[in-house]
């Protein structure tokens, strides 16, 4: 059973922004620490950003400055604000806890960022 289902992706023109939510299982979204991975192709599944149960967040070096994770708890949602996108953000997103991925993947949200 999948407990995690992501959205909002799409195509956006470099210096663009979106906003991916994750809807996750109200279980899932109250005991763990959530995540947010992505994958480009040919690329291995790679950490994008966390919060934990409390609302401390982490990100990676590529993306800091730039996007910005939070929970939503009225609809167990983990979101993920992008600005400044780059080509370099292309990939399939993806969300699941942190830091082990303890549930199956979800289809992930495809983000394409091109002119």
């Known amino acids: 059973q999948v407990e995690v289902a992501e959205s909002g992706g799409g195509l956006v023109q470099p210096g663009g922004s979106l906003r991916l939510p994750c809807a996750a299982s109200?279980?899932?979204?109250?005991?763990?620490?959530m995540g947010w991975y992505r994958q480009a192709p040919g690329k291995q599944r790679e950490f994008v950003a966390h919060?934990?149960?409390?609302?401390?967040?982490d990100y990676a070096d590529s993306v800091k400055g730039r996007f910005t994770i939070s929970r939503d708890k009225d609809r167990n949602s983990v979101n993920l604000q992008m600005e400044s996108l780059k080509p370099e953000d292309t990939a399939n997103y993806y969300c699941?806890?942190?830091?082990?991925?303890?549930?199956?993947w979800g289809q992930g949200t495809q983000v394409t960022v091109s002119s």
């Open positions: 919060i934990s149960i409390n609302g401390i967040t």
């Open positions: 109200g279980s899932l979204f109250r005991l763990y620490d």
């Open positions: 699941n806890t942190w830091p082990g991925a303890i549930t199956s």
